[in-house]
């Protein structure tokens, strides 16, 4: 089995940043660099949706809302994912999650039944 924890979440003013961590353990496999990584966030009363995703090939896509704003990244030597978030807005604020699957990443929009692997979440708290 694959174990992900989150952490870095907070709460900061709008146009602040903060860097998001997820330390992958994998117990079976001992495949992480071969994995797709994702990063999901949600808010109260809305669906989950995907915010960035990092191929084993280092491939990059972002969602039309962070483009520009947010950098997804990996260090394979560590087992971990960063999501590193500048110039945030509050309409960020939301549970943040790391995702993982032992596949390439999609050529289209992440969608959550593309990843197999789920962290249990770390909070993000944007003020006006």
């Known amino acids: 089995q694959v174990q992900l924890v989150e952490s870095g979440g907070g709460s900061v003013q709008s146009g602040g940043s903060l860097r998001l961590s997820c330390v992958a353990s994998?117990?079976?496999?001992?495949?992480?660099?071969?994995?797709?990584m994702g990063w999901f966030r949600q808010a109260p009363g809305k669906e989950r949706e995907g915010v960035a995703a990092i191929d084993s090939d280092g491939s990059t896509s972002y969602s039309d809302s962070v483009k520009g704003r947010f950098t997804i990244s990996r260090d394979n030597a560590k087992n971990t994912l960063y999501l590193q978030m500048n110039s945030l807005k509050p309409e960020d604020t939301a549970m943040y999650y790391c995702a993982a699957d032992l596949a390439f990443c999609p050529s289209r929009a992440l969608r959550v039944g593309d990843f197999g692997y789920w962290g249990q979440g770390t909070q993000v708290t944007v003020s006006s």
């Open positions: 994998d117990y079976t496999y001992s495949r992480f660099r071969s994995y797709c």
